[in-house]
């Protein structure tokens, strides 16, 4: 039996994000967790997250889950969601805190200039709603989801990544922004597929499936 660990650092849509998880693959053993030994054990990780940088990065260092988190991330199929994307980088404007430096690159506030829709109307920030996610190029993550398929996004801040070959996925608010990047065992993206309706559903399904 596959064993998920849904890291539990206080931040998260967990119970959603786990219930998401069980639909898609009911002989899983699910584990929404906060024990680093669990983590360590588990054969997939998802670290779920939303809510400010600072208080995410905050959480999980006092949990005790920061190394666990990377280790996850160097050797097992790993998902990250929303914070658990950002967090993968070197740096967040939001706070002005270091994140875990899997990746390179920073992450970004939406510049207040470019907030403008494609009608001449004001944009609001947070990015809230249904956006199309245009992929990169095909990946085991994306099978079965149409190229330009929507996804659910709740977030202010958006990943800048220093190397464009991580980029699995792309959307536009007012400006273009990486929606999921990918590299080795790990993809990551900005959206909540566990609120993204059947496209959600799949690539949660496709998470469980793949072996990286």
């Avoid at 190229?147 to 991580?166: C, I, K, L, T």
């Amino acid at each position: 039996m596959s064993t998920v660990a849904v890291v539990d650092y206080g931040m998260g849509n967990l119970r959603s994000v786990a219930k998401a998880i069980e639909h898609v693959a009911p002989h899983a053993k699910v584990l929404v967790t906060a024990d680093p030994a669990q983590v360590a054990a588990a054969d997939r990780v998802v670290v779920p997250g939303q809510g400010a940088m600072p208080d995410c990065m905050r959480e999980l260092n006092e949990h005790g889950l920061h190394d666990a988190v990377i280790a996850a991330a160097a050797t097992r199929p790993f998902l990250g969601i929303c914070i658990g994307l950002q967090m993968l980088f070197e740096h967040s404007e939001e706070g002005d805190v270091p994140g875990l430096a899997v990746f390179p690159g920073n992450v970004r506030k939406f510049p207040d200039e470019a907030m403008v829709g494609v009608d001449g109307s004001r944009l609001k920030v947070p990015h809230m709603g249904w956006n199309e996610v245009e992929q990169a190029e095909p990946h085991p993550m994306w099978h079965g989801i149409a190229n330009g398929s929507r996804f659910y996004f709740v977030h202010s801040y958006y990943v800048e990544p220093a190397q464009p070959d991580v980029i699995a996925g792309s959307t536009v608010y007012g400006i273009p922004f990486t929606s999921a990047v990918a590299r080795n065992n790990i993809f990551a993206v900005q959206f909540h597929p566990e609120k993204s309706a059947q496209s959600g559903l799949a690539l949660l399904g496709n998470f469980m499936s793949w072996n990286p």
